[in-house]
């Protein structure tokens, strides 16, 4: 069965360090990897997605991942976090339906 | 705003109600979701729409749930005889036909259902 895990619950940064979410796979066939953002009380929004091709993929808001086949990650990063980037963040697959199976989640809280 | 759209964006409902949710994708879009979400959870695939056709439902939905898109616009989920259980964020979601290209969805801002 195909599966996005999030290892980590919460990850924590001081503003205007470089900010890691980690994402692992294990899916069968094509990995169409996707990260959204979930603000309170606001839907999911997305970030960016890994189809093919570059490894590293470059999304909304300075936001980029790095696809790893290898270690089959998928972890989103950011080289300078601001306080306004805390939120929910939400790692997926996406199969030919683009019917998403997502992780559990990780809040990022970054400190001023 | 030409965002997908849903409504209610809260529900409060007494055990055994029924109730019903609304969905408008964004207006181009040929697929539907439904998802779900309860707290600490990513969301849960529930079932989806090409077009008209429901061609996919998950073991989540029960036979309480119906999910139509009569005329391949709005959608609506309904649950029938509520139980606690069912509280839950449910979202929904349109994207274009993607096929293998993994198009990405775009999300409402979803109908929180508090069942008491």
């Known amino acids: 069965a195909q599966s996005v895990a999030q290892p980590e619950d919460q990850v924590n940064v001081a503003e205007g360090n470089p900010l890691t979410v980690k994402c692992t796979y294990s899916?069968?066939?094509?990995?169409?990897l996707f990260w959204y953002v979930q603000y309170p009380n606001r839907g999911l929004q997305f970030l960016l997605k890994?189809?093919?091709?570059?490894?590293l993929v470059k999304g909304s808001y300075g936001f980029e991942a790095e696809f790893n086949k290898s270690q089959t990650s998928f972890h989103l990063k950011k080289p300078s976090a601001l306080v306004s980037d805390s939120a929910l963040y939400f790692c997926?697959?996406?199969?030919?339906?683009?019917?998403?199976?997502f992780g559990t989640g990780t809040l990022l809280a970054v400190q001023p | 705003d030409t965002g997908v759209s849903q409504n209610p964006r809260h529900k409060i409902t007494k055990r055994g109600q029924n109730v019903t949710f609304r969905c408008d994708p964004i207006?181009?879009?040929?697929?539907l979701y439904w998802y779900r979400q309860t707290l600490g959870q990513g969301p849960e695939f529930l079932t989806y729409?090409?077009?008209?056709?429901?061609?996919?439902k998950s073991r989540l939905l029960s036979d309480r749930f119906s999910a139509e898109r009569p005329k391949g616009s709005f959608s609506t989920l309904e649950i029938q005889r509520t139980e606690q259980g069912d509280s839950a964020m449910y979202l929904c979601?349109?994207?274009?036909?993607?096929?293998?290209?993994?198009?990405?969805?775009?999300f409402g801002q979803g109908t929180r259902l508090t069942v008491v």
């Open positions: 899916v069968s066939g094509n990995p169409y």
């Open positions: 890994y189809i093919t091709g570059d490894n």
């Open positions: 979601a349109s994207s274009t036909l993607g096929g293998w290209t993994g198009t990405e969805a775009f």
């Open positions: 997926a697959w996406g199969g030919a339906t683009n019917k998403l199976i």
């Open positions: 729409f090409q077009n008209e056709a429901q061609l996919e």
């Open positions: 207006s181009e879009h040929n697929r």
